[in-house]
């Protein structure tokens, strides 16, 4: 049974730019969540997808994007880079919308904006 | 809202000394608790949760965590801590979202820092 993994494991990009992170869930998950967690912070919540929906966001701005495909696996969008988006961004999969079950976190991609 | 505070930000002990990490979650509703642990430049593992049932539950390493509803807290402790067991430690509470979904909601994180 394979985890989460993410990709690229890190990126410097320059404010302004676009970058996308990927995501592939684990084995028989069918929800996936995006987190950022700053540096020295707990991580806070982007947003979740479910059957490629999105079923709930956090307090992130639109240019905080994402999608999820038919194989639950999923991409984060960020347009626009500011110097406060430099963070780590974690992806999590869980079966049934995370009702109880807990979330399985992949090793993140840390991003860096300069 | 949920929310979590976790009361410690940095935590050192000795090895083999017990060590309790503090966690208290505000909720008006049920809830799932959870542990997670975070080692140096990785991702977040899951430790142990609280789903029902039994308010005292463990994990495989050695940690237990005790749900204490009248005092809204989620201690998580170890009798005998190893240089290993150096990680961040994260308690987390689900919040709904719609349609019966969930997230999870973070504490600030607490740095155990084991001694020899």
């Known amino acids: 049974e394979t985890g989460v993994t993410q990709s690229p494991t890190h990126l410097i990009k320059t404010r302004g730019q676009q970058v996308t992170l990927r995501c592939s869930s684990q084995?028989?998950?069918?929800?996936v969540s995006w987190y950022q967690q700053a540096l020295g912070q707990g991580p806070q919540f982007i947003f979740q997808?479910?059957?490629?929906?999105?079923?709930g966001r956090g307090n992130f701005p639109p240019r905080f994007s994402g999608l999820q495909f038919p194989n639950y696996s999923s991409e984060l969008n960020v347009n626009a880079l500011e110097l406060d988006d430099s963070a780590l961004y974690l992806c999590?999969?869980?079966?049934?919308?995370?009702?109880?079950?807990?979330?399985?976190f992949g090793s993140g991609t840390r991003l860096t904006v300069v | 809202a949920q929310s979590v505070t976790q009361l410690d930000s940095q935590v050192p002990v000795f090895e083999e000394a017990p060590v309790e990490l503090r966690c208290n979650y505000s909720?008006?509703?049920?809830?799932?608790l959870f542990w997670y642990v975070q080692y140096p430049n990785q991702g977040l593992q899951l430790l142990l949760k609280y789903l029902s049932g039994s308010t005292l539950v463990e994990s495989i390493n050695g940690f237990e965590a005790e749900f204490n509803k009248s005092q809204t807290s989620f201690h998580l402790r170890k009798p005998s801590v190893h240089i290993s067991d150096t990680a961040e430690y994260f308690c987390?509470?689900?919040?709904?979202?719609?349609?019966?979904?969930?997230?999870?909601?973070f504490g600030q994180g607490t740095r155990l820092t084991i001694n020899p």
């Open positions: 997808y479910y059957r490629e929906e999105e079923n």
């Open positions: 084995s028989g998950h069918n929800t």
């Open positions: 909720s008006s509703v049920s809830v799932y």
């Open positions: 999590a999969s869980t079966p049934f919308q995370g009702r109880g079950y807990g979330y399985t």
């Open positions: 987390a509470v689900s919040a709904a979202l719609i349609q019966g979904a969930q997230k999870l909601v």
